[in-house]
């Protein structure tokens, strides 16, 4: 079946540490995109890329990088720069053109700090 | 940008339909209407959109009002696995980056 692989599910962040968050989509979508949630709260988009080897900040970008070296695979670095990184993380994908397509969702990796 | 305005929650009965509101007075005439909705602990789902006239799929159907100022999107039958947040988002056609703006939503409360 075609879709987005988060992993890991949970995670667990010390002090000064970077953790790095796994995106993998096999559904040949051309652009990818990080989101933050914070509890009760609605979707705010980090970063996205919308082709190989070129990415744009998002709305919050300070405290987290990106690369995009392969089609299939958008990785997320929370660094340690970010002083509030415990939420919840959202990587989607989507076919690249107009607005009216849709974006496809993975199950999200939650991340607290230690 | 143009924003969408949606009730915080609302309740339903299970097996009656919904009529989830959204107002976007602001929208332009190439703004792309979507619903996706979110289960608990999951990444959000999309649902359905639109441009101008009423759609169906499967999931369920959208109301555009003939000014495009406000659309509902009807769950025909509740059931308890639709209890979820549903999101309305504007997505303009010229939007190029495909980005959706994600507004606070409407928790949808379905009782047996």
């Known amino acids: 079946d075609g879709g987005i692989t988060q992993s890991p599910k949970y995670l667990f962040r010390k002090e000064g540490q970077n953790v790095t968050l796994s995106c993998e989509q096999n559904l040949n979508h051309d652009a990818m995109y990080w989101y933050r949630q914070d509890p009760g709260q609605g979707l705010r988009l980090i970063y996205y890329?919308?082709?190989?080897?070129?990415?744009q900040k998002g709305d919050i970008a300070e405290g987290y990088s990106v690369s995009r070296e392969k089609k299939e695979s958008f990785p997320l670095t929370v660094t340690s720069a970010q002083k509030n990184p415990t939420a919840f993380y959202l990587c989607?994908?989507?076919?690249?053109?107009?607005?009216?397509?849709?974006?496809?969702f993975g199950d999200g990796t939650r991340l607290s700090i230690l | 940008d143009a924003k969408t305005t949606q009730p915080n929650s609302m309740e339903s009965n299970e097996e009656e339909p919904v009529h989830l509101p959204c107002n976007h007075s602001t929208i332009s005439g190439t703004d792309y209407i979507h619903w996706y909705r979110q289960l608990p602990s999951q990444g959000p789902e999309y649902v359905i959109h639109g441009l101008t006239s009423n759609v169906n799929n499967r999931m369920a159907s959208l109301a555009i009002a003939e000014d495009r100022k406000s659309s509902t999107l009807i769950l025909h039958r509740a059931t308890l696995r639709d209890a979820a947040v549903y999101y309305c988002i504007l997505s303009p056609l010229n939007n190029a980056g495909n980005m959706l703006t994600f507004g606070g939503g409407t928790r949808l409360m379905v009782k047996p």
């Open positions: 890329s919308q082709i190989v080897n070129d990415f």
């Open positions: 989607a994908s989507t076919v690249q053109g107009t607005g009216g397509q849709p974006q496809h």
